[in-house]
């Protein structure tokens, strides 16, 4: 790499994706982020019971990003072949469970009521 | 109550980050946007990989200057994806993009071979008949493939004789691997070669051979088949630390070297290889053969005087100072990728660092001034050597390794993160360096 600028890194992934894909992936990245920060806000609080069924998932997010990762770079895991790999390797699985448990939690919430909604639905 | 703090104070370490990203983003912007006024006329022979660079990033640089590339291809080859071809990795049309994709609206195209080169009058002609005055000239068409050197050779044969040769372009490169999955799933006896000239992409024989032998381990089987990588030298590769560590893979993996072979002829029939030897020709019987010819500059080079006189007298390389990449005789002439007269470097990767360089001396010419920056001779090679493995082999003219990331990636070591570039992120890489933005 010549100079590794953002400018570069957007370039590039860009030209990876397809500019379209790319920054619709970026987008749908950033609505979810928004999402979540959104119940965050609305609820006050983490509600405990969502946040252990994203726990729950993360594992599968992990999974299933390396083994997406492996599958389309014709690779396994027999080809890590030193620490920077098992470090790029669990980046990924670490992103993979990241993003599932942002994904689950904030789809819960929205999907339902806000549970102080539903403590005062409760009350009445 | 405390996590709402701190997921408040991520959150705002989350937006000062992104405001951070995009003023460094429109940093780099505005150091682009201080353009060159200029009526200079530069023309540029070839729309490969560095005529495609270099004319992009002068129609960003300058204002109202003409910017004409001459090349009579339509298709535009991504080369460095040639290997992945011929492995089966990926499909032909992976490499091919029309010319026309890659020009920014600056840049005039005339769809037509260069004819002949007149340095002393400054002029380039065309096969239409256009002659085009020139105050620039960058000289970049890359270089010829010669078969016919190789006596019974021709590229019908690719495909069928169990006749491989990848460099020759993308539907050659699909049949390379018809052939080479063949050897694989049969096995038999594989010859693997390389030419005696400068060759673009030194590291390409190697990681063929490598990845065909992973191949047909994971098919036939070992022990079913036998490979040869036939040495033009007495060492594997320039750079001698690369070398060691290749004869080193090759011990592992029962690959046999024979050195000082340069392949001479071919007899499909009867599947017989003749090399030029030390000790005279020798006979090498074969079920696969990949075959790289001798490599040497366009006739429109070599005929045009700005070729070397002393040096690779049958190659014609161009006479360029390996610093600056400035003709020595004409100074309003510059070479580009593999027809700069320059010891390695005949890569992609080589390129993407030339042509800064050629565009800092370029424009310092236009303002009057000299230019700063020089080349160092920097290549890189991601060396693959299995399916999803990698070396990143990077070095420089005093053959010194010149990692990127030091301490991250080990340049001779198999990493999974280096096929990674090479699979994955290596296109975009080039196709950024295509637009003038990387």
Known sequence: MKDLTLETLVAVFEELYGATLFWSLVAVAALVTAGYLYVLIRDRAMSMRRFLWAQLSMPFGAIAAVLFVLAFTHSGLGDLGGPIDWIVL?????????????????????????????????AL | MDWKHDSLASRR??????????????????AMAQRIK??????????????????????????????TVIDGRRNHVYQPGLSLVAAGLRPAAYVVSRTTDWLLPGVTLIEEPALAIDPVAKTVATAGRNTLPYDYLIVAPGLVLDHEAIEGFSLDL????????????????????????????????G?????????????????????????????????????????SADSLFSVPIVSEKVRMLFDERGIKASYNHVLKAV???????????????????????????PQ????????????????????????????????????????????????????????????????????AAIQGREGTQTFNGYTSCPLMTRVGRAMLVEFDYKSNLAP????????????????????VALRATYNAMLRGKA
Request: aromatic residues 8%; hydrophobic residues 45%; glycine residues 10%.
């Open chain 2, 404 to 423: 990127s990331f030091p301490g991250v990636i080990a340049p001779l070591e198999e990493l999974w993160i280096s096929w990674l570039m090479k699979e």
């Open chain 2, 158 to 189: 690719v495909g069928s004789n169990g006749i491989g040769a990848l460099y020759a372009g993308p539907e050659y490169a699909a049949r390379t691997w018809a052939a080479a999955s063949r050897f694989a799933e049969k096995g038999g006896v």
């Open chain 2, 38 to 67: 200029t009526k200079a006329r530069i023309v540029i022979i070839g729309a490969g990989a560095a005529g495609t660079a270099i004319a992009n990033r002068l129609a960003l640089r300058l204002e109202d200057a003409t910017i």
């Open chain 2, 13 to 30: 370490m989350i937006l000062g980050l992104a405001a951070g990203a995009v003023a460094t983003a429109s940093l780099g912007r505005s």
């Open chain 2, 191 to 231: 010859v693997f070669t390389r030419p005696a000239t400068e060759m673009k992409c030194a590291g390409a024989p190697l990681k063929h051979t490598f990845l065909i032998d992973d191949i047909a381990s994971r098919a036939v089987g070992a022990g079913r088949y036998k490979i040869t990588y036939a040495a």
């Open chain 2, 267 to 293: 007899d499909p029939g009867r599947r017989i290889a003749t090399f030029t030897t030390p000790t005279g020709d020798k006979e090498l019987n074969y079920d696969y053969l990949h075959v790289i010819p």
């Open chain 2, 296 to 363: 040497r500059a366009p006739g429109v080079i070599r005929q045009s005087g700005l070729s070397w006189a002393e040096k690779w007298k049958d190659q014609g390389w161009v006479e360029v100072d390996q610093a600056t990449l400035r003709h020595r005789r004409f100074p309003e002439v510059f070479a580009l990728g593999d027809v700069a007269g320059v010891p390695k470097g005949k890569t992609a990767a080589s390129v993407k660092w030339q042509v800064p360089v050629v565009e800092d001396h370029l424009t």
């Open chain 1, 90 to 122: 669990l980046g990924v699985a670490l992103l993979g469970a990241g993003g599932t448990a942002i994904l689950v939690y904030t789809s819960q919430t929205l999907l339902r009521a806000s549970p102080v909604v539903i403590r005062r639905r409760g």
